[in-house]
Nanobody, 114 residues
Framework: QVQLVESGGGLVQPGGSLRLSCAAS????????MGWYRQAPGKERELVAQ???????YYVDDVKGRFTISRDNAKSTVYLQMNSLKPEDTAAYYC????????WGQGTQVTVSS
């Protein structure tokens, strides 16, 4: 069983930055693919960025060049550095761990508004 706890969300002005963190329990973190998803009100949950166990990354086109996903296996933590934030980035952000099964965190709210 894996438990994921996200943190780092909040209110930020357009153009600002936030760094999300997702701390994982359990021993499989270093073997797992970790992803950040987001869900805006009235919309489906979508993949934002993903990092494999060997560090290969993927980004949805909308965040390329603005967001960076990284992982620290020693701390069992995955990060999402978000720069140049836009109002349309406003959403609940969720962390997912995939290793055989899928595990989700509880989400952290990001609001981009002036």
């Amino acid at each position: 069983q894996v438990q994921l706890v996200e943190s780092g969300g909040g209110l930020v002005q357009p153009g600002g930055s936030l760094r999300l963190s997702c701390a994982a329990s359990g021993s499989i973190f270093r073997l797992a693919t970790m992803g950040w998803y987001r869900q805006a009100p009235g919309k489906e949950r979508e993949l934002v960025a993903q990092i494999t166990s060997v560090g290969r990354t993927y980004y949805v086109d909308d965040v390329k060049g603005r967001f960076t996903i990284s992982r620290d296996n020693a701390k069992s933590t995955v990060y999402l550095q978000m720069n140049s934030l836009k109002p349309e980035d406003t959403a609940a952000y969720y962390c997912k761990c995939t290793y055989g099964s899928e595990y989700w965190g509880q989400g952290t709210q990001v609001t981009v508004s002036s």
